[in-house]
């Protein structure tokens, strides 16, 4: 009888153990009046929905600049306990696990900059030895260079669709024909 795996020679998923955080997808304070979702579905290369990505969200505030406040994931130094956002605050900072069904969803703000605003994301998911970057973009926000030099079809992954009281819409497919536009950085 062979061991079993241990995480040094498996690819995850791993990510529902410890990087999680209570109301980790809360990035707006609770009542927030400007507050917008953004919700969706991370698919695999076969259509099927993963149930066990994790995803980061990064942004400005509406006013452009990025929050200099203590962070989403504060511990007591008492306890030693997790304190979390204190509640009053915008962060810029998420992280959110898909659910059993592959679905995930953020309530933040709208982000602002000087020039066209976006979320930056970052995917982790079981088969990736990597995580990716991908960013989300709202159609009523122009587009920018990274936009412009796309085909249509491809920056459309990249454009979250709107719905109804402030939510909008923004799948991830990891592969395939209507593979998100992922980003390198060097």
């Not at 600049?65 to 994931?73: E, L, N, R, T, Y």
């Amino acid at each position: 009888m062979s061991p079993l795996p241990t995480p040094s020679h498996t690819i995850g998923p791993f990510y529902g153990h410890a990087l999680p955080f209570p109301e980790g997808g809360q990035v707006a304070p609770a009542g927030h009046p400007g507050a917008i979702n953004v919700h969706g579905y991370v698919y695999d290369g076969d259509g099927a929905t993963v149930p066990d990505a994790l995803i980061e969200f990064w942004q400005a505030g509406p006013d452009g600049a990025f929050p200099q406040v203590p962070g989403s994931m504060r511990r007591d130094p008492s306890t030693g306990g997790f304190v979390g956002r204190d509640g009053v605050h915008f962060t810029g900072f998420g992280r959110v696990p898909t659910d059993k069904d592959g679905h995930y969803a953020l309530r933040t703000l709208p982000p602002g900059a000087p020039e066209v605003p976006y979320i930056s994301v970052c995917v982790f998911a079981r088969g990736l030895t990597h995580h990716l970057f991908t960013r989300v973009y709202f159609p009523e926000n122009g587009e920018d260079a990274l936009l412009a030099s796309l085909t249509p079809e491809r920056r459309g992954t990249l454009v979250a669709d709107p719905e109804p009281n402030g939510t909008y819409r923004f799948d991830i497919h990891l592969q395939g024909d209507e593979e998100t536009v992922f980003l390198a950085f060097d």
